[in-house]
């Protein structure tokens, strides 16, 4: 017997395949689960649209990430705790047109702005490239994170477009769902301009004391290491400044049952710090355009995921916003701590 039919005949013979805990279960051919270890980092108050003291659940295999990330807050926890903001939201999906000659489709491109209006859209933008127009399409999704909404919304109003009249002297030869304009699952600089995800930003301030007697050094030290930071990942061509947000956002993705795959999207982060010369009080910012979270649908209604969101308050309708407060807050406390772990004092010659 061949590996594949070996397989396939264990597949039928897994009690994991009929148990009531797989039942409910939506992939394909499950036969189970992956036990990730789950720890709590906290508390820590979070002061965004409501003021809340959480425990972060992070499910992550890393040693020694839950107790960095507790260094951090217990930081901020003494200054009061952590701020933050969503600043917008948005979800985009941008199919593809093709035409027959450029004219043909810069005739499109002009018209887009007026041929979608009754779709209830946030923003259509037209980019043409070539023979083609890719057309974003842009969303708010409620507590949905939204992939699979916007892609069966964009596709019904391409498709009621190209069966109108509207359509049909505009020379179209082809229509694709996707073109890669949207980068969903992917990294770029679009996806910095605008948000495919909730555009949230995080701060907080550590004194010159606090600093000292928590995260063992001044301020000013702080300060230097991340400016040495930002100097080597300028020279290094890196897309953002942080040091390792993805730890905080995978743990919580996994945890609160997020697309972990959406973690690449939603990488892009940037980690500021400002210090007050006179009172030697240091804050620290950390924005992130994209981060693409949701709290009902996907993997949000699974057990241990629903224990987590309703350990932080995040589970249900309108809590979309409250998630990605929460991921933005833990991940700047991972970032305060981790710096001074890679950067330490020197020993004094």
């Known amino acids: 017997m061949d590996l594949v039919s070996l397989l ?13 805990d797989t039942k409910d279960i939506k992939i394909e051919s499950c036969v189970g689960f992956t036990r990730v270890p789950l720890g709590l980092a906290g508390p820590l108050t979070i002061h965004g649209k409501s003021t809340r003291t959480v425990y972060g659940p992070l499910a992550i295999v890393e040693p020694i990430l839950v107790v960095s990330c507790s260094r951090g807050y217990k930081a901020f926890q003494a200054m009061g705790g952590i701020k933050v903001e969503v600043l917008s939201e948005g979800l985009s999906r941008a199919p593809v047109f093709t035409f027959r000659t450029v004219d043909d489709a810069l005739r499109f491109y002009h018209h887009v702005p007026t041929l ?29 994170a939204g992939q699979n909404m916007v892609t069966i ?43 495919r995800g909730v555009e949230v ?22 300060r230097s290491v991340i400016s040495k930071f930002e100097d080597g990942s300028t020279r290094n061509g890196q ?32 980690l500021t710090a400002d210090l007050d010369e006179e009172t030697k009080v240091l804050t620290l910012s950390l924005y992130i355009p994209s981060l ?20 932080i308050g995040c589970y249900r309708d309108g809590k979309k916003w409250a998630l990605a407060e929460t991921i933005a807050a833990f991940a700047l406390a991972l970032d305060a701590s981790t710096n001074l772990a890679r950067g330490p004092r020197q020993s004094k010659m």
């Not at 023979?131 to 842009?138: A, D, G, L, Y």
């Not at 400044?241 to 959406?262: P, R």
Request: net charge neutral; charged share 20%.
């Open 292 to 311: 693409l979270v949701g709290t009902v649908g996907g993997g949000t209604h699974y057990p241990s995921q629903r224990e987590s969101l309703e350990l």
């Open 116 to 144: 979608y209006r009754y779709a209830r859209l946030v923003e259509v933008t037209p980019h043409v490239i070539g023979r083609t127009v890719h057309v974003k399409f842009r969303y708010t999704c409620g507590a949905a």
């Open 201 to 222: 930003i995080a701060w907080g301030s550590l004194s010159d004391s606090v600093c000292r007697a928590i995260l063992g050094c001044d301020t000013t030290r702080l």
């Open 8 to 20: 396939n005949s264990s597949s039928e013979t897994l009690p994991s395949c009929r148990d009531k």
């Open 239 to 270: 897309m953002g400044q942080n040091i390792n947000t993805a730890n905080v956002m995978s743990a919580m993705f996994i945890s609160c049952g997020q697309d972990a795959a959406s973690v690449v999207e939603s990488g892009w982060v940037h």
């Open 153 to 195: 919304a964009t596709h019904r109003a391409c498709q009621d477009f190209l069966a109108s009249t509207a359509s049909k002297d505009l020379g179209i030869t082809d229509f694709q769902i996707e073109g890669q304009f949207s980068s969903d699952k992917k990294l770029s600089w679009g996806n910095v301009k605008d948000p």
